[in-house]
Each structure stands twice: as structure tokens, then as C-alpha cells.
């Protein structure tokens, strides 16, 4: 099988360039495998990111025929030749497939996306148990697992487009702390929940839906903030 694979080294390249190579397909072979074939086999300078191997990590996301998904679950078998893997959009190539994700990290951070639960009587040695709305905690739990991987984030053309715009990846966890009765209000996520690059920049494309590889939709989370600042 054919891999194209968008390469670039910042230290000796001007630009991006695609190189081809001829990958000896065995069955259940992942587009992973066939990155760790290229390296092992054909070119050992080729650069890609991964940890888990098992889809739980994230690190592997990138772009497989135009489409964002983690290479550890994309089996060859589901992918039409030529493959083409290039790396996450809207991110700074570090080297090949690899992106410095230090700006999706600097956007989620900025929603303040830690729980605190910081009022005396939820944490309180004399709290009573904190209740949960069960209609509320059902939508929070599917919510809930988002594994930072990226792929919403270079799937999103507002991203691309608007360089303020905090994405679905924070925006997804503004809401799932939101939600929470638990957790008292933050000013500072608020405040990026609703500035320039908060939810009503979002433009509802929902490609960040069909990007994320663990079935949450961002979208959904975006909408509910935006209703809740309406609410308000």
C-alpha cells in the first residue's frame, strides 16, 4: 500500500513536501503500524508522536486523508489508497507529524478547566452529600471523556480562521465544570466563556463532532453555555 506522508523539518526544509513510500500491509495493520513500518524499513527520520497504542491517550491524532483520527484505531483495511497522513491543522509543526500543542493547552487552561468545589459546604468536614440532578449529571457524564488528543481543535474552521477563538476541546470543558452544581461559579471562566473568543464565535459547522474519536460532541456543550449566558 502507498503512504504519502506530509513531511517537514524546520531545520533544513522551507516547506512542506510530501514523500511517498510502499508499505508491506499485513492484516489489522493500523495507520500507526504503517508509520512504525516506514520508520523501522524505509526512512528512520520520520517523526511521529504516540504512547498507548490502545486509543485512550491521544497522542497519536493526526490527519489520515483529510480526516482527523488517531492512528492507533485507524485500520488500513477501513482506509482507501493512497493513505495521506499529514499532521493536526491549525498547530505548529514541530518536525513531520509532530505539532507543538503548547496553544490548545494555553486555550484550555484559559477556561480555567479544573475542578474545585471550593464552597465550605460541599467541602466541609460537616458537608452534607452534594445532590446531583440526575438529568443534569446524565449529559456532564457523556461529556466527560475528552482525552485532549486535539483532533476537534484542527478539525474546527474557526480555529483556522480566528486566532482568539478558545475551540471545542476548552470550550467542551467550561461546560462540563459549568454544568457541575458542585462547583461554584468562576469569574475568569465566565468571562472567557463569553469574551471575544468564547462561545459566540463558534459558528456551528460541527466538524468537531465528526472529529472527536471518543464520541463527544463539543457543539452540544457550546450551545448549552451559550443558552445558559442567554438564560442569565
Known amino acids: ?49 504516540y504512547s498507548c497504542r490502545a486509543g485512550m491517550c491521544g497522542s497519536c491524532a493526526m490527519v489520515v486523508n483529510g480526516r482527523e483520527a488517531l492512528a492507533c484505531r485507524l485500520r488500513l483495511a477501513h482506509v482507501a489508497a493512497p493513505v495521506h497522513v499529514e ?9 513531520d507529524l509532530v505539532v507543538d500543542m503548547t496553544p490548545f493547552f494555553e486555550k484550555y487552561r484559559a477556561v480555567d478547566p479544573f475542578y474545585r468545589a471550593e464552597d465550605p459546604a460541599v467541602t466541609g468536614p460537616a458537608a452534607a452529600p452534594a445532590v446531583v440532578r440526575p438529568e443534569s449529571r446524565e449529559l456532564v457524564d ?24 478558545l ?22 471562566r465566565a468571562a472567557a466563556i463569553l469574551g471575544d473568543g468564547g462561545v459566540h464565535a463558534c459558528h456551528a459547522v460541527g466538524n468537531c463532532v465528526a472529529a472527536c474519536p471518543v464520541g463527544i460532541n463539543p457543539l452540544l456543550s457550546i450551545q448549552l453555555l451559550r443558552k445558559g449566558a442567554t438564560d442569565r
Open 1 to 49: 500500500m502507498i503512504f504519502r506522508v506530509k513531511r517537514f523539518d524546520p531545520t533544513c526544509d522551507r516547506r512542506p513536501s510530501w514523500r511517498a513510500y510502499t508499505v508491506d500491509v499485513r492484516p489489522k495493520m493500523s495507520v500507526l503500524d504503517g508509520l512504525f513500518w516506514i520508520l523501522e524499513h524505509a526512512d528512520s527520520t520520520l517523526s511521529f508522536r
Open 87 to 95: 499532521p493536526l491543522r491549525s498547530l505548529p509543526v514541530i518536525k
Open 142 to 165: 457523556l461529556q466527560l471523556g475528552c482525552i485532549s488528543c486535539g483532533a476537534c481543535y484542527s478539525a474546527c474552521p474557526v480555529v483556522a480562521l480566528n486566532p482568539e477563538f
Open 167 to 188: 475551540g471545542p476541546a476548552a470550550l467542551n470543558r467550561a461546560y462540563v465544570l459549568s454544568a457541575d452544581e458542585r462547583e461554584p461559579a468562576a469569574g475568569d
